[in-house]
C-alpha cells in the first residue's frame, strides 16, 4: 500500500462527512466562542490516540499475541459494519447513536467520531504488515487528520452551503468506498491465513 492510498483509507475511515450533524448536534448548546476551541482540542486528543496506536502498534500486537491475519480480518469485519452504519444509518441517529449533554470531552467527538475502532485497526494492520514504513504511515495519518480538521472545522459554512441531503448522500458514497475497502481487507486477512494468492 503506497503512503496515499493509507491516506485516503484512513480519511474514508475518520469519515469527515458523516461526522459534521454528529459534531454540530454535539456543540449545538456550546456557546459559540467557545466551539471552535472544543473542536481543534477534539481533533488534536483524536490526532494523539491514533499517533500512539501508530507508534506502539507493533507492542500492542505482540502483548496480545495477535497475527497479522487476525488484525487483517476483524479491521474488515469492523471497517464492514461502519460502512454499512454509514450507507443505512440507525434510526436513533448518527453513526454513533445518541449525543450526551453539555460540553464534549473526548467521548464521542474524539472517540470514536475521528479515532474510531476502525481507524485504530487500520493503523495496527499498517504497522504490522510493513513496520520499517512506520514514518510513511505517520505521513498517511497526518494527511488525512489535516483534510479531516479542515472539513470539521469548517462543518457549519459546509452544512448551510450543501445542505443535508448532499452530505448524506456522500457520506453514502463514502460508506460504499469503505464497504469495498473492508471486503479487500478480509480477503486479504483469509488470503495470508489459507496461504492463498489473490
Not at 26 to 51: G, H, S, T
Not at 64 to 93: D, H, K, N
Request: with cysteine; aromatic share 8%.
Amino acid at each position: 500500500m503506497t503512503t496515499m492510498s493509507a491516506a485516503i483509507l484512513l480519511f474514508l475511515i475518520m469519515d469527515p462527512l458523516g461526522n459534521i450533524p454528529l459534531f454540530l448536534t454535539l456543540l449545538k448548546d456550546v456557546p459559540p466562542k467557545r466551539r471552535r476551541a472544543v473542536m481543534v482540542r477534539e481533533l488534536l486528543i483524536a490526532l494523539a490516540v491514533l499517533l500512539l496506536f501508530l507508534m506502539g502498534g507493533q507492542l500492542i500486537l505482540k502483548l496480545l499475541q495477535l497475527r497479522q491475519e487476525s488484525v487483517s480480518i476483524a479491521g474488515g469485519i469492523v471497517l464492514f459494519l461502519i460502512g454499512i452504519r454509514m450507507v443505512f444509518p440507525p434510526a436513533e441517529g448518527g453513526i454513533f447513536g445518541q449525543a450526551g449533554e453539555g460540553e464534549p470531552f473526548i467521548v464521542p467527538m474524539a472517540i470514536p467520531g475521528v479515532a474510531g475502532p476502525s481507524a485504530m485497526a487500520a493503523l495496527l494492520l499498517l504497522t504490522n504488515t510493513q513496520p520499517g514504513r512506520t514514518a510513511d504511515w505517520a505521513i498517511a495519518l497526518l494527511c488525512a487528520w489535516l483534510a479531516t480538521a479542515i472539513i470539521l472545522l469548517s462543518s457549519t459554512y459546509l452544512f448551510r452551503w450543501l445542505g443535508e441531503s448532499v452530505l448524506t448522500a456522500l457520506e453514502r458514497v463514502m460508506g460504499m468506498l469503505l464497504i469495498a475497502l473492508s471486503v479487500q481487507m478480509f480477503m486479504g486477512g483469509i488470503a495470508a491465513y489459507l496461504h492463498l494468492t489473490l
